[in-house]
C-alpha cells in the first residue's frame, strides 16, 4: 500500500520504518528539511534501539522515502499523522498548531476519490473532541475518511511496540458504519494482526481517551509508589521491599511501581497535564483533580534529592558534583522534562560545580542546559566528585563496582535517586549512601528477599510473574532492546563481576 507518515519526530519516524518493514511504500514528511535530509541520509535522528537498521533496510529496498513536499504524498492511500502535540506555552494544554497546520496543507493535496476510501489516521496524542473536528474538515473531500488510531510506543523500545503492540485501537466517526476504513486500516496492519494482535474498534473520543487515560494511570502509578516512598523516607521503611510485596498482587502488578527521583520525558508530564485542561474544558475538572497531586509528588520529588545532597554536604556552593545520568530514561538520549537534569540545574543553582555523564545524552543536554559541564567517561566524570548522583538507572551504573568508584572520588557519598544499588555492598565499600525511600542505615529487621534494588526500567518481570501474554518475542521484543547503548570505555575498570 502506499503510505504517508507526516511529521517524522520520534513517533512518525519510527511509524514510517515500521510500516516499511511491514512491505508498504512509505513517504516520510516533514517541514524540517533538516530531519528530512538526515533521515534519508540513513541517519537516525535521535537514539532508539533497532531503529537505525530498520531505518536503512526501508531506504535500501527502496520503500522508504523522505520530503518535505505535499505533493510528493498526495497519491497515497494512507496519511498517518505523527505530529508532536507539546504543552502550550501559556498553560497546561495540548498545543496543536502544528497538528492543525498539517492536516490544512493534506486537505489542500488531497485528490477527491470515487472506490476505495483515502485514509487519514491521527496517532498523535490529542484531548478528546479533537478527531470528530479535524473530520469535519477532512470528510468534506470525497472519499476521504479519518480514523483515530493513537500510539503506545515507549522511548527504547519503539521499534518492537510499533511491530508488535499489546492493542491496536480504531476510533472512528461510527463503529457501526465504518466498515470501508477498518478493512482498509486491517490491510496496513495485516502482519500485526495476524499475529494475534487484538484490534478494538470504538468512537473517536474513546480512542482518544484510551491514550491519554493509558499515560495518566502510569503516572499515577509512579507517582503513588513515590507517595508511599515519602512514607518510607518518614518511617524508616524502604520503598523497595514495599513495592516488591505490592506487585506480587496480580491486580496490582510489579511495572512501573519503582520508586525513584519519578517520571519525565516528552509525554508522560505533559500528557497529565494535557489531560487536567481538557477535563476543566470539558467542565468536569474535578474528576482529574487527582492528577494535579500526581504531578505534584512527581515534581516534590526532584526536590528532595537536592535537599538530600544538603543534608550529606551543607552548603552546595563551590561542591563538586557529578551526576550519573542526562536522559529522561534509560536506552534514550531524550532529555525533555528529564528529571536529573532538572536537579542538575538546581544543584547548579545553588552554586555546586556539576558534571553530568551519560551514554547518549549529553549532546542533548548541552542544547537544554546553559553552561552545563558534561563528560562522557564515567571514570573521568567521577574523579574528584564530592557527592554522586545516580538519576537515570544505565545498565552501566547499576553495574559500578563502588570499591572502584571509590578511589575515583574525593568522598565516597552518593544518592541513589533511583533505588537501583545495593546499599550493604555500597556502605561495605566505604560509601555513604542514600536513596530516596531507603533507610539512612541498614535496615534494622532484615526482610526475607533479597533486596539489592529494583529492576530497571521495563525489565522482563520477576520470576513471580509470568511474563504478560502478549510480550513479544526476541528480535524486536522488549528484553531486546534492554540497555543496548554502546560500551563505556571505563566499563572494564568500573563494572563489576
Ligand atoms: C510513555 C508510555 O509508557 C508510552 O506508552 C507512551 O506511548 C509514551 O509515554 P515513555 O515516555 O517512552 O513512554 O517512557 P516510560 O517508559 O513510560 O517512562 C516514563 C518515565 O517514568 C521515565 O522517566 C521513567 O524513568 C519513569 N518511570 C517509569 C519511573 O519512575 N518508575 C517506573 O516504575 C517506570
Given amino acids: 500500500m502506499k503510505i504517508s507518515v507526516i511529521g517524522v519526530g520520534y513517533l512518525g519516524a519510527v511509524h514510517a520504518a515500521g ?33 537505525d537498521e530498520t531505518l536503512r533496510r526501508g531506504l535500501d529496498l527502496g ?8 505533493e510528493d504524498i498526495a497519491g497515497a492511500d494512507v496519511h498517518f499523522l505523527g505530529l508532536g502535540t507539546p504543552q502550550r506555552a501559556d498553560g497546561f494544554g495540548a498545543d496543536l498548531a502544528s497538528l492543525h497546520a498539517a492536516v490544512d496543507a493534506l486537505a489542500a493535496v488531497l485528490p477527491a476519490r470515487d472506490g476505495s476510501p483515502t485514509l487519514v489516521v491521527g496517532k498523535s496524542t ?3 473532541g479533537t478527531a470528530r473536528g479535524l473530520a469535519e474538515r477532512l470528510e ?5 475518511r479519518l480514523l483515530w488510531n493513537p500510539e503506545f510506543l515507549r522511548e527504547g523500545f519503539a521499534v518492537g511496540d510499533t511491530l508488535e503492540p499489546d492493542r491496536v485501537v480504531y476510533g472512528v466517526r461510527d463503529p457501526e458504519a465504518a466498515d470501508a476504513e477498518i478493512r482498509m486500516l486491517d490491510t496496513v496492519y495485516a502482519p500485526i494482526l495476524d499475529g494475534g494482535t487484538p484490534r478494538l474498534v470504538m468512537g473517536y473520543e474513546a480512542a482518544e481517551l484510551v491514550k491519554v487515560s493509558a499515560n495518566a494511570f502510569l503516572a499515577t502509578k509512579i507517582s503513588f509508589i513515590n507517595a508511599i516512598s515519602e512514607l ?4 524508616g521503611a524502604d520503598v523497595t521491599d514495599v513495592s516488591r510485596a505490592l506487585g506480587m498482587d496480580d491486580r496490582i502488578g510489579s511495572r512501573f511501581l519503582r520508586a525513584g527521583v519519578g517520571f519525565g520525558g516528552g509525554c508522560l508530564p505533559k500528557d497529565i497535564r494535557a489531560f487536567i485542561a481538557s477535563a476543566e474544558d470539558l467542565g468536569v475538572g474535578q474528576s ?3 492528577l494535579r497531586e500526581v504531578d505534584a509528588i512527581n515534581q516534590r520529588r526532584r526536590v528532595r534529592v537536592v535537599e538530600l545532597a544538603r543534608e550529606m554536604l551543607g552548603p552546595l556552593r563551590g561542591r563538586r558534583i557529578t551526576v550519573l545520568g542526562a536522559a529522561f530514561k534509560p536506552d534514550s538520549d531524550d532529555v525533555r522534562d528529564s528529571p536529573a537534569l532538572e536537579v542538575a540545574s538546581r544543584l547548579m543553582a545553588a552554586g555546586a560545580h556539576v558534571t553530568v555523564t551519560d551514554p547518549e545524552a549529553l549532546k542533548n543536554a548541552r542544547g537544554h542546559v546553559e553552561g552545563l559541564v558534561t563528560v562522557e567517561d564515567t571514570a573521568e566524570a567521577l574523579r574528584g566528585a564530592e557527592l554522586v548522583l545516580l538519576l537515570t538507572e544505565w545498565r552501566r551504573y547499576r553495574d559500578l563496582d563502588p570499591s572502584v568508584a571509590a578511589e575515583l572520588v574525593a568522598a565516597p557519598r552518593i544518592i541513589d535517586g533511583r533505588a537501583v544499588l545495593d546499599p550493604r555492598t555500597w556502605r561495605a565499600a566505604g560509601w555513604e549512601l542514600r536513596a530516596l525511600g531507603r533507610p539512612d542505615a541498614p535496615a534494622r529487621a532484615g526482610t526475607q528477599v533479597e533486596t539489592a534494588g529494583q529492576p530497571a526500567a521495563d525489565e522482563p518481570p520477576a520470576a513471580h510473574e509470568p511474563p504478560a501474554a502478549h510480550e513479544p518475542p526476541a528480535a524486536h521484543g522488549r528484553a531486546a532492546a534492554a540497555s543496548t547503548a554502546g560500551p563505556d570505555p571505563a566499563a572494564p575498570l568500573l563494572s563489576r563481576g
Fill in 288 to 290: 482529574l483533580g487527582f
Fill in 126 to 128: 490529542v484531548p478528546a
Fill in 140 to 144: 468534506r473531500i470525497e472519499g476521504v
Fill in 19 to 51: 510500516m516499511a518493514e511491514l512491505g508498504h511504500d512509505v513517504v516520510g514528511l516533514d517541514v524540517d528539511a533538516r530531519r528530512v535530509r538526515q533521515l534519508e541520509a540513513g541517519r537516525a535522528p535521535f537514539h532508539e534501539p533497532g531503529f
Fill in 63 to 70: 520503500r522508504l522515502r523522505f520530503t518535505t513536499e505535499y
Fill in 232 to 235: 518510607c523516607e518518614a518511617t
